[in-house]
């Protein structure tokens, strides 16, 4: 019992320890954490909820036709990952809705020949024999006649959705706005929150509800192919302003990050305060050159190989250091490999296509290695904190 005892003391002796280091790190940042992990996570699920309740309408609307299978969307980025480094108001959740082929359609994945990290895809539909399934007309094999009367009754995907069979974002982000405006109206949430559908370069959806208070609350709802049964997927969203083919579609890590992120949370003590280290280190570094992602990806590096015992209230001090010192380590290389890409300690959970371990982890710093100017201001800036 004295031994319990003496236990809970030293437990509660180290909590207290790293409450007050936590307390300083606000100080030094201007108390800034008040939008804290758990408020970001309670408000995504709430986006969530919300917009599976719009999928499961516009689901029924569509299951009877020739046109893509909604799935139910997954959160993804900074808001769904616990660790949003902008203010509440400024907080756009973005959630990746998978599409699926209808009956009698398949995708085909053409990949590109981009020598990014994220490469380029091409989604080819064609039409596959149904005439096995039950009460389905087989768009291989009926007759013209048949075919024709099927057109009048519903539009096809190949019709509707693609130009020259390959799969069209743009044409898909028009089609599921005017679904979104359609089903809204049918739900119980459209008493509460007024619905302004827009989009964002054509290729996905900006949805903006506000209540009768005022409150507001915005996503981006975007549209994906699953590469396989990884977690890789082909999104609509591109990065950059750079233009982009409409039947182009872009590799996309963020379902994978998103379930690193999960996996860590179930290995760390206490669940989220490696997440807190990251929030804090988001606003430490707001108003520099180096970029969310940058950040991201150098802390998942460092929580993949950190003893999961580290990350605990009262090493709030030493796991922001080392964060900051992983960064500068990069800088003076010029160098922070993709996480993904030719990443040979990655949790088996995760699971993505069979080449990516032997892929040649792109740098994310390749940049600075040609601009010898923005090398030499991140320096400065990183050194400054």
């Known amino acids: 019992e004295q031994e319990e005892e003496e236990e809970e003391q030293e437990e509660e002796e180290s909590d207290e320890e ?83 082929p209808p009956r009698g359609h398949a995708f085909s994945l053409e990949l590109g020949e981009t020598q990014t990290a994220a490469k380029d895809c091409r989604i080819r539909v064609h039409l596959k024999c149904a005439c096995t399934a039950h009460k389905m007309l087989c768009m291989v094999h009926s007759t013209k006649e048949q075919l024709k009367w099927k057109e009048q009754q519903a539009p096809s995907l190949l019709d509707m959705l693609c130009t020259d069979s390959y799969l069209d974002v743009e044409k898909v982000a028009r089609w599921f706005q005017d679904l979104v405006k359609e089903a809204w109206v049918t739900l119980p949430q459209a008493h509460q929150y007024k619905m302004k559908v827009t989009s964002l370069r054509q290729r996905s959806c900006l949805l903006q509800l506000t209540s009768h208070r005022g409150r507001t609350l915005n996503f981006q709802v975007m549209f994906g192919v699953q590469q396989g049964h990884s977690d890789i997927f082909f999104s609509s969203q591109t990065a950059g302003d750079t233009y982009t083919p409409s039947t182009v579609w872009t590799e996309s890590y963020a379902v994978a990050e998103g379930k690193f992120f999960s996996y860590m949370a179930r290995q760390v003590p206490r669940g989220s305060f490696h997440l807190l280290c990251l929030y804090l280190c988001a606003h430490i570094l707001d108003g520099t050159d180096f970029s969310p992602y940058v950040l991201k990806t150098a802390f998942m590096h460092l929580v993949n190989t950190t003893p999961v015992s580290g990350w605990s209230r009262w090493d709030v001090l030493m796991r922001l250091a080392d964060i900051l010192s992983l960064l500068q380590r990069c800088l003076e290389r010029r160098e922070l490999s993709h996480f993904f890409l030719g990443n040979r300690n990655m949790p088996k959970e995760i699971n993505l296509p069979p080449h990516f371990q032997a892929s040649q982890p792109p740098n994310l710093l390749q940049h600075l290695v040609q601009n010898p100017a923005a090398h030499a201001k991140a320096m400065t800036q990183l050194e400054e904190l």
């Open 18 to 100: 790293g409450l007050e280091n936590l307390k300083q790190v606000e100080r030094i940042i201007g108390g800034r954490t008040e939008w804290s992990v758990q408020k970001i996570k309670s408000r995504s699920w709430q986006v969530k909820e919300l917009v599976d309740d719009l999928l499961q309408a516009l689901q029924e609307r569509l299951s009877d036709t020739l046109l893509p299978v909604l799935h139910p969307a997954i959160g993804v980025g900074s808001a769904f990952q616990g660790w949003c480094p902008y203010e509440k108001d400024d907080i756009v959740y973005h959630l990746l809705v998978p599409l699926k």
